[in-house]
């Protein structure tokens, strides 16, 4: 029995050591890191921190309880220094202090008493005197402080509500329906791309009695699965027509979700198809009479018989095409196709994807158009050959490293134009050797005739563009109500910097005012040019985010915040666009956005946008070309096996580059939520109807599993759809979620749980046989989010009952 208590005692008595000795390690950590932090310019806080759990730590050694109190005055002056940094924002006090809470929770227990101080009568006087009541004295009053410092800092609100967020949501009649409209004919349901589904079965009032209907796999091998899922199918009929991400083709039954074929095997490996196109050849009722349009990871366009999935033998040679027709010699993948194609006048226009960053000399961003019967070139748009139409002569291909278009397309019939999203010139963080076409198109929105390829106008967002500012989102067209009853012709254009442009879609001048406003010029590599200025769309919301502050680093505890706000010091930064350098900088928004491809909706009834986006800052620097060399940074023999995030050759250049997210230890983003928002803008006035964060932090941010499931607002892939019954579905979050909001006032009344990450904009339409509206949203996850691993289509409807007791939207 004595044994016994003598080895409780040693037990006591190790414990008592250890504890002191782990704040002692955790102090010492602080006064390093808080040093170089000073030493930086950097927040004294951390390195008084540290000394003062020293402190502390050394009088539990002691067995002092005096160590209790110094430990309280840390809590204490952390919660206001929290305060004073961000306000009584709890993204920052929240994390901040639970560290400090959790790893004083054993100081208040009885075992604490027992193993780490000494009998109360022993204490010093300072115990007595101290109380709660003494501690509470000192919360109220570090509270107080904090938020008065804070008070008399400048504010630094989020860019997005310098447009005004008074607006409320429109009121206009709803238009008529016809029966195509229970369909979904293109990629954004319309040639303009608005998303929009003039469906009204789904309401607010009974949107919660959503169910699931079926689920679709579209599978076919391990490879499929293994390459996320962003398509958006289209409905025909009474079929939906869908890929997955090495470019299979399938068509499925819109009602049962039953397959009723798929193409074979993709011929070689893909990456992303974002969807499919339709035509139907006049007056031909035969095959192919309906054709589906398609593109393969093997840079083929493809024409399949909509009824038997074969392929139609008069398009092209036996139903493809080669598109590496004229194209610059290249390892395999470095161009391919991965958003639908449109399907404007006969024709078939596509641009392509050409792999970011590898080397001066990547294939051409050419424009191409097709046509839709017999497969055969219509017309080139090459932006080094503009006056040439056909391909280019014997011997010669078309001119490589222009800008491409890779994200989706739109078109207007009536005015015979057909719009591209333009991305920026290889390699994406040298400009060096760019030649005057490539400043002249890159990062731009076009508009060419439909008929002829030749260029009607061009709007360049971003001058130069240093950044890997792509113009990804599908450029959206919309008729803009003006007053005496007329309507502009608009066309908006959504971007990775956060910016939303709106122009006239007949002639490309800006329909909301843009300013060109200085932009940073300090810290360029001496081969670079840079522009001076920069054009921002000051009469829209922007959604690119704060401009950043020490203040804002963020992390879950005072280490990694401390590790943030050093990377942060150490890093270049000077507002957005920040150019590149030896020397490592940050970009924010990101390579990612603002907004992605994902783009955006219009409720056109009311004409108002709706818009996800992301707000995540990437950390980047050049390396010289020796030490690229030494360290065998070399361009990617198969782009198929690329990553998006990491060193970019730029062979041919002086500079290789580097690129990451800009994160902590833990794997999370360094500055402060959200990194999601959706929003809603009134298109007539500019202003800012409503905005809330997208996405959950129960699963995870970038691969940490964060436990508590609180909305903080996570990156986002993919868009939205709205419909005329007053809704707004997105998934496009990490969580795997598809939520319903009312578009009206953002409120969320409906959300499932996918098997899988919804990196894909939802579609709707109304089955022939049941009369029933159903939801429809892509689950496979995202090659670039690492979320794959499967590749569904997951529909809803309300019940049977339900959907009787409402009138048939669409005539049959």
Same mark, same amino acid.
């Given at each position: 029995?004595?044994?016994?208590?003598?080895?409780?005692?040693?037990?006591?008595?190790?414990?008592?050591?250890?504890?002191?000795?782990?704040?002692?390690?955790?102090?010492?950590?602080?006064?390093?890191?808080?040093?170089?932090?000073?030493?930086?310019?950097?927040?004294?806080?951390?390195?008084?921190?540290?000394?003062?759990?020293?402190?502390?730590?050394?009088?539990?050694?002691?067995?002092?309880?005096?160590?209790?109190?110094?430990?309280?005055?840390?809590?204490?002056?952390?919660?206001?220094?929290?305060?004073?940094?961000?306000?009584?924002?709890?993204?920052?006090?929240? /994390?901040?202090?639970?560290?400090?809470?959790?790893?004083?929770?054993?100081?208040?227990?009885?075992?604490?008493?027992?193993?780490?101080?000494?009998?109360?009568?022993?204490?010093?006087?300072?115990?007595?005197?101290?109380?709660?009541?003494?501690?509470?004295?000192?919360?109220?009053?570090?509270?107080?402080?904090?938020?008065?410092?804070?008070?008399?800092? *400048?504010?630094?609100?989020?860019?997005?509500?310098?447009?005004?967020?008074?607006?409320?949501? /429109?009121?206009?009649?709803? &238009?008529?329906?016809?029966?195509?409209?229970?369909?979904?004919?293109?990629?954004?349901?319309?040639?303009?791309?608005?998303?929009?589904?003039?469906?009204?079965?789904?309401?607010?009032?009974?949107?919660?009695?959503?169910?699931?209907?079926?689920?679709?796999?579209?599978?076919?091998?391990?490879?499929?699965?293994?390459?996320?899922?962003?398509?958006?199918?289209?409905?025909?009929?009474?079929?939906? #027509?869908?890929?997955?991400?090495?470019?299979?083709?399938?068509?499925?039954?819109?009602?049962?979700?039953?397959?009723?074929?798929?193409?074979?095997?993709?011929?070689?490996?893909?990456?992303?198809?974002?969807?499919?196109?339709?035509?139907?050849?006049?007056?031909?009722?035969?095959?192919?009479?309906?054709?589906?349009?398609?593109?393969?990871?093997?840079?083929?366009?493809?024409?399949?018989?909509?009824?038997?999935?074969?392929?139609?033998?008069?398009?092209?040679?036996?139903?493809?095409?080669?598109?590496?027709?004229?194209?610059?010699?290249?390892?395999?993948?470095?161009?391919?196709?991965?958003?639908?194609?449109?399907?404007?006048?006969?024709?078939?226009?596509?641009?392509?994807?050409?792999?970011?960053?590898?080397?001066?000399?990547?294939?051409?961003?050419?424009?191409?158009?097709?046509?839709?019967?017999?497969?055969?070139?219509?017309?080139?748009?090459?932006?080094?050959?503009?006056?040439?139409?056909?391909?280019? /002569?014997?011997?010669?291909?078309?001119?490589?490293?222009?800008?491409?278009?890779?994200?989706?397309?739109?078109?207007?019939?009536?005015?015979?134009?057909?719009?591209?999203?333009?991305?920026?010139?290889?390699?994406?963080?040298?400009?060096?050797?760019?030649?005057?076409?490539?400043?002249? #198109?890159?990062?731009?929105?076009?508009?060419?005739?439909?008929?002829?390829?030749?260029?009607?106008?061009?709007?360049?967002?971003?001058?130069?563009?240093?950044?890997?500012?792509?113009?990804?989102?599908?450029?959206?067209?919309?008729?803009?109500?003006?007053?005496?009853?007329?309507?502009?012709?608009?066309?908006?254009?959504?971007?990775?910097?956060?910016?939303?442009?709106?122009?006239?879609?007949?002639? &490309?001048?800006?329909?909301?005012?843009?300013?060109?406003?200085?932009?940073?010029?300090?810290?360029?590599?001496?081969?670079?040019?840079?522009?001076?200025?920069?054009?921002?769309?000051?009469?829209?919301?922007?959604?690119?985010?704060?401009?950043?502050?020490?203040?804002?680093?963020?992390?879950?505890?005072?280490?990694?915040?401390?590790?943030?706000?050093?990377?942060?010091?150490?890093?270049?930064?000077?507002?957005?666009?920040?150019?590149?350098?030896?020397?490592?900088?940050?970009?924010?928004? &990101?390579?990612?956005?603002?907004?992605?491809?994902?783009?955006?909706?219009?409720?056109?009834?009311?004409?108002?946008?709706?818009?996800?986006?992301?707000?995540?800052?990437?950390?980047?620097?050049?390396?010289?070309?020796?030490?690229?060399?030494?360290?065998?940074?070399?361009?990617?023999?198969?782009?198929?096996?690329?990553?998006?995030?990491?060193?970019?050759?730029?062979?041919?250049? *002086?500079?290789?580059?580097?690129?990451?997210?800009?994160?902590?230890?833990?794997?999370?983003?360094?500055?402060?939520?959200?990194?999601?928002?959706?929003?809603?803008?009134?298109?007539?006035?500019?202003?800012?109807?409503?905005?809330?964060?997208?996405?959950?932090?129960?699963?995870?941010?970038?691969?940490?599993?964060?436990?508590? *499931?609180?909305?903080?607002?996570?990156?986002?892939?993919?868009?939205?759809?709205?419909?005329?019954?007053?809704?707004?579905?997105?998934?496009?979050?990490?969580?795997?979620?598809?939520?319903?909001?009312?578009?009206?006032?953002?409120?969320?009344?409906?959300?499932?749980?996918?098997?899988?990450?919804?990196?894909?904009?939802?579609?709707?339409?109304?089955?022939?046989?049941?009369?029933?509206?159903?939801?429809?949203?892509?689950?496979?996850?995202?090659?670039?989010?690492?979320?794959?691993?499967?590749?569904?289509?997951?529909?809803?409807?309300?019940?049977?009952?339900?959907?009787?007791?409402?009138? *048939?939207?669409?005539?049959?």
């Amino acid at each position: 029995m004595g044994r016994l208590k003598h080895e409780r005692i040693r037990s006591r008595g190790l414990i008592g050591r250890l504890y002191p000795l782990l704040l002692i390690l955790l102090g010492i950590i602080l006064i390093v890191g808080g040093l170089w932090l000073a030493v930086l310019g950097g927040s004294l806080y951390y390195l008084l921190a540290g000394a003062a759990l020293v402190w502390s730590a050394g009088l539990f050694w002691r067995r002092r309880r005096e160590g209790r109190w110094v430990y309280a005055g840390i809590v204490a002056i952390s919660l206001g220094w929290a305060i004073s940094q961000s306000g009584f924002s709890g993204w920052q006090i929240v /994390p901040q202090m639970l560290a400090w809470l959790v790893l004083g929770t054993w100081m208040a227990t009885s075992s604490f008493e027992r193993t780490q101080l000494l009998p109360a009568e022993t204490s010093s006087r300072l115990a007595s005197v101290m109380g709660w009541r003494g501690f509470g004295a000192a919360i109220a009053l570090a509270i107080l402080l904090g938020a008065g410092l804070h008070a008399l800092d *400048p504010d630094n609100p989020d860019p997005i509500y310098q447009a005004g967020q008074e607006a409320r949501y /429109p009121a206009r009649s709803a &238009g008529k329906l016809r029966p195509a409209d229970g369909e979904w004919r293109a990629y954004g349901n319309d040639e303009g791309g608005t998303r929009f589904s003039p469906l009204d079965q789904i309401t607010p009032a009974n949107v919660s009695n959503l169910k699931l209907a079926w689920k679709a796999s579209l599978a076919t091998s391990e490879l499929s699965l293994d390459q996320g899922l962003e398509t958006t199918p289209i409905m025909i009929g009474d079929t939906l #027509y869908a890929c997955n991400g090495v470019n299979d083709v399938f068509a499925i039954d819109a009602e049962t979700g039953k397959e009723r074929w798929r193409t074979p095997a993709a011929r070689s490996q893909g990456r992303t198809c974002r969807g499919v196109a339709y035509y139907r050849v006049s007056r031909d009722r035969g095959l192919c009479a309906e054709r589906i349009i398609t593109t393969t990871g093997d840079a083929a366009l493809v024409a399949l018989d909509a009824k038997s999935g074969a392929l139609c033998p008069h398009f092209g040679e036996g139903g493809r095409v080669n598109l590496l027709d004229g194209m610059s010699a290249a390892p395999r993948h470095y161009y391919y196709v991965t958003s639908a194609p449109a399907v404007v006048r006969g024709k078939i226009v596509l641009g392509g994807m050409v792999l970011d960053g590898q080397y001066w000399g990547e294939p051409s961003g050419v424009i191409r158009a097709f046509d839709a019967v017999t497969g055969k070139l219509a017309w080139a748009w090459d932006m080094g050959a503009p006056d040439r139409r056909g391909p280019p /002569p014997a011997g010669q291909t078309y001119t490589h490293s222009t800008p491409n278009s890779w994200g989706p397309i739109s078109a207007d019939e009536q005015l015979g134009l057909v719009y591209l999203p333009i991305g920026n010139a290889t390699p994406d963080f040298f400009g060096g050797r760019r030649r005057p076409i490539d400043d002249k #198109y890159s990062s731009s929105v076009i508009a060419l005739d439909a008929s002829t390829g030749r260029l009607r106008w061009s709007y360049q967002t971003v001058r130069h563009d240093l950044w890997d500012y792509d113009v990804a989102a599908q450029p959206t067209l919309v008729d803009i109500p003006l007053p005496g009853g007329k309507a502009a012709r608009a066309l908006v254009q959504a971007t990775k910097t956060g910016d939303v442009f709106v122009l006239d879609r007949a002639t &490309g001048q800006p329909l909301r005012n843009v300013i060109d406003m200085p932009v940073p010029q300090e810290g360029s590599v001496p081969q670079e040019r840079l522009s001076p200025t920069q054009p921002f769309s000051v009469a829209m919301p922007s959604f690119r985010g704060p401009v950043l502050r020490e203040r804002d680093m963020w992390g879950i505890t005072p280490l990694d915040s401390l590790f943030c706000r050093i990377k942060f010091k150490r890093a270049r930064y000077q507002g957005i666009m920040t150019p590149p350098g030896i020397t490592p900088w940050i970009s924010l928004p &990101g390579f990612v956005g603002g907004m992605d491809w994902g783009g955006v909706s219009i409720d056109v009834d009311h004409n108002v946008m709706i818009v996800n986006s992301s707000v995540i800052a990437n950390i980047s620097w050049l390396y010289t070309r020796a030490r690229a060399d030494a360290a065998n940074i070399r361009p990617a023999n198969d782009a198929a096996n690329g990553d998006l995030w990491g060193p970019a050759a730029q062979v041919g250049t *002086p500079y290789a580059a580097y690129t990451e997210t800009f994160k902590s230890p833990l794997g999370l983003p360094c500055h402060e939520p959200p990194f999601g928002r959706i929003s809603a803008v009134d298109l007539t006035t500019g202003k800012l109807i409503w905005s809330r964060e997208l996405g959950m932090a129960g699963k995870s941010v970038l691969g940490l599993p964060v436990l508590v *499931p609180v909305t903080m607002g996570t990156p986002t892939t993919g868009g939205s759809m709205t419909t005329r019954g007053g809704l707004t579905f997105i998934a496009a979050t990490q969580d795997r979620i598809l939520r319903a909001f009312e578009a009206r006032t953002g409120a969320l009344l409906w959300s499932a749980r996918l098997p899988r990450g919804g990196f894909a904009t939802p579609m709707s339409y109304i089955s022939r046989r049941s009369g029933r509206q159903f939801l429809l949203v892509a689950a496979g996850g995202s090659h670039g989010l690492g979320e794959t691993g499967g590749a569904e289509l997951v529909a809803y409807a309300l019940p049977a009952k339900s959907s009787a007791d409402n009138k *048939p939207s669409v005539a049959e």
